[in-house]
């Protein structure tokens, strides 16, 4: 199974990952593919049920260890029964989030560890990894004040500062280990600029 073609998006609320996915998908339609779009947690219907569970506010909230191990049942689903046959059928693969997200929100946010976060990862995927991740980065403070008055905040938008402070700084670190695969794209600039950063980066890895 060829996972070039996977590609995720990941970055903090109000990163710009909704209009990245759109240039991403552009730029391969433009070659003729037609990708699957997807998102994590979610992209089946057991996913969608998992995502809601944990996006909404719960009255008795949720443990780190329940909210890590419940993306990780959405993730196994979904790469079962959506991923995996999209790259084994050659189809491009782009992906709102990943596996990096749980290192950073839960082994950095809810202060899980990323290793140990890591450890599951590499249980449920092997060796399967995305071919390239777009890293949307930008000051926690700037992602948030966009990321404002879009719609009723989920569990996690509702998180204080500190909380992203913590995801932003655990991203930096997964991104330190994995240069090749992970490439960050300054979202702080206007949006012409991160799409043109960001298609620059597509050419120079995929184009011959």
């Known amino acids: ?14 990163a ?11 730029w391969i339609i433009a070659r003729g593919d037609d990708p699957l779009i ?12 998992l995502r809601a569970v944990l996006l909404g506010h719960r009255e008795q909230g949720m443990s780190a ?11 196994a689903e979904h790469l079962e029964t959506v991923i995996k046959p999209a790259l084994q059928a050659g ?7 990943f596996t990096d997200a749980s290192l950073a929100y839960q ?21 399967l990894r995305p071919g390239l991740t777009l890293w949307l980065d930008l000051p926690v403070a700037t992602g948030l004040a966009r990321a404002a008055g879009r719609s009723a905040p989920d569990r996690f938008e509702s998180e204080h500062q500190r909380f992203f402070e913590a995801v932003r700084s655990a991203y930096a670190q997964i991104a330190r280990t994995e240069p090749d695969r992970i490439r960050r794209v300054d979202a702080s600039p206007a949006l012409e600029r991160v799409q043109a950063t960001i298609t620059t980066i597509l050419s120079a890895r995929f184009d011959d």
């Not at 710009?16 to 552009?26: M, R």
């Not at 260890?65 to 993730?75: D, G, S, T």
């Open 91 to 97: 189809r491009w693969v782009i992906c709102d989030r």
């Open 38 to 49: 997807t998102r994590e947690p979610g992209g089946t219907a057991l996913g969608e049920e």
């Open 107 to 127: 082994g950095g946010g809810r202060g899980l560890g990323v290793e140990r976060v890591r450890g599951l990862a590499e249980w449920l995927m092997g060796d």
């Open 16 to 26: 710009g990952k909704t209009s990245a996915l759109t240039t991403v998908s552009d």
């Open 1 to 14: 199974m060829d996972t070039r073609r996977f590609i995720t998006i990941e970055g903090i609320e109000g």
């Open 65 to 75: 260890e329940a909210e890590v191990l419940l993306m990780f049942a959405a993730r």
